[in-house]
Nanobody, 117 residues
């Protein structure tokens, strides 16, 4: 079982920055990749960024150049540095981990990010 603990969400003004953290733990599986998703009210959940164990990163077009995903493999912790935040970035952000040889999906409870003046 993988447990994900998220932190770092909150309220920020447009143009500001936030850094999200997600610490993963497991007693059985190794973690193959980690990612951040987000879901705004009334909208479907979407992928924001993901990162493999080898450090390969992918980003949604809407956040390229503004967000940076990073990972500490030793601690199985993933971060999302969010800069130049916009009101449309307002959403609940969810940590995701894919673990084990069967690549099971695990999800955190999410952390709220609100971008407003």
């Amino acid at each position: 079982q993988v447990q994900l603990v998220e932190s770092g969400g909150g309220l920020v003004q447009p143009g500001g920055s936030l850094r999200l953290s997600c610490a993963a733990s497991t007693t059985i599986f190794s973690i193959n990749s980690m990612a951040w998703y987000r879901q705004a009210p009334g909208k479907e959940r979407e992928l924001v960024a993901n990162i493999t164990r080898s450090g390969i990163r992918n980003y949604a077009n809407s956040v390229k150049g503004r967000f940076t995903i990073s990972r500490d493999n030793a601690k199985d912790t993933v971060y999302l540095q969010m800069n130049s935040l916009r009101p449309e970035d307002t959403a609940r952000y969810y940590c995701n981990a894919r673990a084990g040889h069967l690549d099971y999906n695990y999800w955190g409870q999410g952390t709220r990010v609100t971008v407003s003046s």
